[in-house]
C-alpha cells in the first residue's frame, strides 16, 4: 500500500501515485488554503499574497492571536464573499482530486484544512471516504480517524473529545492513520511553521493498543520523521505537495 499526507493542491503528483495499481491511503489535506513556504494557496488568491505572508511570519514565530488580528482586519466588513470566494475555490481543488483519483483503489480521510462533507462528495466511486473506520487491507487492520486538533477554527478541526472517541470505535487495528501526529515533541514540532500539533489522545491510543505501525502528516517540517514508542512505529508520511512521494508499506 501506498501512504500520502498533506496532498494541498498537488493534483498531478497524486494522479502519478494513484496510477501506480497499489491501494492508495490518503492522510488528510487534499487543499492548499496556504503554503507556508511560499504564501500561495486559495487564501492567496482571495485576500492577497502580501496578507497571506504577514500571517505566516507571524505565525513562525508563535504569534498566533497577533496572526488571526491581521485576517480579521483583512477580512472585515467582507466576511461572506471571502467564505464564498475560499469555498468556490476548495470546490475547484477537489474536483481535480476526484479526477486524479479516479479508477484507484484509494481510502481518503480528511484533515483539518479539508471541508469534510466537502471532500466526500466529490471523491470518485473507486475511492471510499474513511473516518472512525476499519478497513482489511493487504492483510493489515487499518484504523482510519480523521480530523485535526483545534487551532484556527477550519471545518476539518474536532475536539479532543471526538477525537477519544473516534479512537475508542476503531478498536485493536494493526495500523494507525490519522491525519495528526501523537503528542511527542520531536513529530508534532513544526521547525518552520511554528506549533505544536501533537495529539493526546492518539498518543494515548498508542500506549494502550500498541498498534504495528501509526501513520499520519499534518506537521509539514516536523524535527523527525520517524519515532518509536513501545512497540509502534510512528511515521510522517507527508509533505506530499513538497516531496511528490508516497510511503510504501510492504
Not at 55 to 78: C, M, N, P, Q, Y
Not at 122 to 135: C, E, G, I, Q, Y
Not at 172 to 180: A, F
Amino acid at each position: 500500500m501506498l501512504l500520502v499526507a498533506d496532498v494541498h493542491g498537488a493534483a498531478a503528483a497524486l494522479e502519478r501515485v494513484a496510477s501506480l495499481g497499489q491501494p492508495l491511503l490518503v492522510l488528510g489535506d487534499l487543499v492548499n488554503l496556504i503554503d507556508y513556504r511560499s504564501g500561495e494557496g486559495i487564501v492567496a488568491d482571495v485576500v492577497g499574497l502580501e496578507t497571506v505572508l504577514r500571517i505566516s511570519e507571524l505565525r513562525s514565530r508563535g504569534l498566533h492571536d497577533e496572526a488571526t488580528g491581521v485576517w480579521i482586519d483583512s477580512v472585515e466588513g467582507r466576511e461572506a464573499d471571502v467564505r464564498s470566494a475560499v469555498g468556490q475555490g476548495m470546490r475547484s481543488q477537489y474536483e481535480r482530486m476526484r479526477s486524479a483519483l479516479d479508477g484507484a483503489e484509494a481510502y481518503v480521510m480528511y484533515g483539518n484544512v479539508d471541508r469534510p462533507d466537502m471532500l466526500r462528495e466529490h471523491l470518485p466511486t473507486s475511492a471510499r471516504f474513511v473516518d472512525a473506520d476499519v478497513v482489511e487491507i493487504g492483510g493489515w487492520i487499518v484504523g482510519f480517524v480523521g480530523g485535526g486538533m483545534p487551532r484556527l477554527g477550519t471545518a476539518g478541526e474536532i475536539s479532543s473529545t471526538e477525537m477519544a472517541e473516534k479512537l475508542e470505535r476503531i478498536g485493536d487495528v494493526d495500523i494507525l492513520c490519522t491525519h495528526v501526529p501523537p503528542a511527542i515533541e520531536a513529530l508534532g514540532r513544526d521547525v518552520v511553521g511554528g506549533g505544536f500539533k501533537g495529539s493526546v489522545e492518539v498518543l494515548d491510543y498508542i500506549d494502550r493498543v500498541q498498534p504495528k505501525f501509526h501513520f499520519f502528516g499534518d506537521v509539514h517540517q516536523p524535527q523527525a520523521t520517524r519515532w518509536h514508542r513501545g512497540t509502534t512505529t510512528c511515521r510522517n508520511v507527508g509533505y506530499f505537495r513538497a516531496t511528490g512521494r508516497p510511503h510504501e508499506h510492504v
